[in-house]
């Protein structure tokens, strides 16, 4: 949610006026788009990875705090768990060698960050959820001590009224419950920013929802959680339980959840804002004293502050941002798909097929989401989420037959949509060696069916083969898991298992 909050209590009358604020906030955005004042194109990417701080013994470390006044730096930042850490990356120009040097940065960035955790018997672990974490370690008394959670947490369990509930059945089925969205910080993601411009807004979150699935199928890197094997990628359904607000009765109503892949296609991001009134109440009801409309009449740029904060506490999968810099508006696709890690290279390759293929659906003359039903593209997200890279998902036909098909996840992006990100890459004018060189890792990926979900898989397995209780095979594997990490080899090419004593 980007500003600081302070924690305290709301009276009835604050909810009122906040929501006629977000109503003026929502005028004001619809006055910007109309008079065209946003921001031209400049091509601008960002980067956030959140972080798990975990000791030698590969078991969750409650020290960000401590390790933050280590870091000292401005680029690392908390989270909602005292596990967490968050790096962010500042914006880059698609263009060049930008990977290589977000591979640097972030390698620099990470490494120091690792060593200075060190000293307080912590280790960086870039990972989706930490197999080692244990219901007991995700607790509200173990929320990061910042005002903004506090009251979040405060907030969203006083609008469900009851405990939270998990349940999630994968290979093996996890029903756990809680008082406290704590549960959600076991989520480590990497967020991928796309500054767009209004016309283009509608296109590449589109495009963003259409593929979905096959960032989740190939990058799923989640498959523990308290020491139940569930899902290839079981952030997605534990983020939407850990933060749903909805008790039985409501769901049944049909009530939409705040961790949401979204129900159609769209035609303008003022759609996405909108429907977060519509749909959505205000959690923190904090009203900043700028009347926006106002600040237009004056011939401003105004915040929005009311609309931004709200819009932090709706979870879409592609998330719209406003944001102002140097006093210009200017709108952002924020890509909250992928889990964190495995390594500096699986990031970066993540990240240009995603800038890629995105670029490249966006242009078609007729794009693939007037041709995959919406419904599909959730079935579709529900499937790799399930199934990781052994994933079958449903696309449109070749040709001029039309319908969809169903296809197995690496073949669809070996086939057809490498090619695509490539030519997106292209016409990003990315250099030739930066595409092949991180597109390659995809390919590779897909060659070998191996991802950081199926290593893990296969890891632990091999540990219980070797007679380790799942106590002790959760705690190989992330002891193993990171240093092949350190390494920083791609996770395609870390062998199965432990190496030989």
């Known amino acids: 949610m980007g500003e600081k909050v302070v924690a305290d209590a709301f009276a009835l009358s604050d909810r009122q006026a906040y929501r006629e604020k977000l109503t003026q906030c929502l005028a004001g955005l619809e006055r910007l788009l109309s008079e065209r004042r946003f921001d031209r194109p400049r091509n601008l990417m960002g980067l956030e990875i959140e972080l798990n701080l975990a000791g030698s013994d590969g078991m969750p470390r409650m020290r960000n705090a401590e390790v933050l006044q280590r870091i000292a730096s401005r680029d690392f930042q908390t989270e909602l768990g005292m596990f967490n850490l968050e790096v962010n990356i500042l914006p880059h120009r698609l263009s060049g060698r930008v990977f290589d040097q977000l591979a640097e940065e972030l390698r620099t960035g990470l490494a120091y960050a690792h060593r200075k955790a060190a000293e307080v018997d912590a280790g960086i672990v870039m990972i989706g959820i930490l197999p080692t974490l244990g219901r007991d370690d995700v607790v509200s008394a173990n929320l990061s001590d910042v005002d903004r959670y506090t009251l979040l947490n405060d907030q969203m369990a006083a609008a469900r009224g009851e405990e939270f509930v998990l349940d999630i059945e994968g290979v093996e089925r996890l029903v756990s419950s809680s008082a406290s969205i704590a549960p959600e910080s076991a989520c480590t993601s990497v967020q991928l920013h796309l500054q767009v411009t209004p016309d283009r807004f509608a296109d590449v979150w589109n495009a963003a929802q259409a593929i979905a699935s096959v960032q989740i199928a190939l990058g799923a890197n989640s498959p523990f959680l308290f020491g139940k094997e569930l899902w290839r990628e079981s952030r997605p359904p534990l983020f939407q339980q850990a933060t749903d607000v909805r008790p039985p009765e409501l769901r049944n109503q049909g009530v939409r959840p705040r961790t949401w892949f979204g129900e159609r296609w769209i035609s303008s991001a003022y759609e996405l804002f909108e429907e977060n009134l519509r749909y959505y109440p205000p959690l923190l009801p904090i009203c900043?004293?700028?009347?926006?409309?106002?600040?237009?009449?004056?011939?401003?740029?105004p915040a929005l502050a009311e609309?931004?904060?709200?819009?932090g506490t709706v979870y879409r999968w592609n998330r719209p941002v406003y944001g102002l810099a140097d006093g210009v508006p200017h709108l952002r696709v924020e890509n909250r798909v992928l889990p964190a890690g495995p390594t500096v290279?699986?990031?970066?390759?993540?990240?240009?097929f995603y800038?890629?293929?995105?670029?490249?659906?966006?242009?078609?003359?007729?794009?693939?989401?007037?041709k995959l039903p919406f419904e599909a593209a959730a079935e579709n997200f529900d499937a790799a989420c399930r199934h990781g890279i052994d994933a079958e998902l449903l696309w449109p036909r070749p040709g001029r037959s039309g319908g969809v098909a169903k296809v197995p996840a690496v073949k669809l992006v070996r086939d057809e949509l490498l090619p695509l990100a490539a030519a997106g890459l292209d016409a990003w004018n990315i250099e030739r060696s930066d595409r092949d060189r991180y597109l390659g890792v995809i390919e590779e990926r897909c060659r070998l069916r191996v991802n950081g979900a199926s290593w893990q898989v296969d890891t632990y397995h091999r540990a219980l083969d070797a007679g380790l209780e799942r106590e002790g095979a959760l705690a190989a594997t992330t002891r193993r898991y990171g240093e092949l990490m350190q390494v920083g080899e791609p996770v395609h090419t870390w062998p199965i298992g432990f190496p030989a004593p």
């Not at 900043?288 to 740029?301: Q, S």
């Open 345 to 352: 290279d699986d990031v970066i390759a993540n990240a240009a």
């Open 288 to 301: 900043d004293e700028e009347d926006p409309l106002r600040v237009l009449d004056e011939g401003g740029v």
């Open 355 to 370: 800038y890629g293929l995105v670029r490249a659906l966006a242009d078609e003359s007729r794009p693939v989401w007037t």
């Open 307 to 311: 609309l931004v904060l709200h819009n």
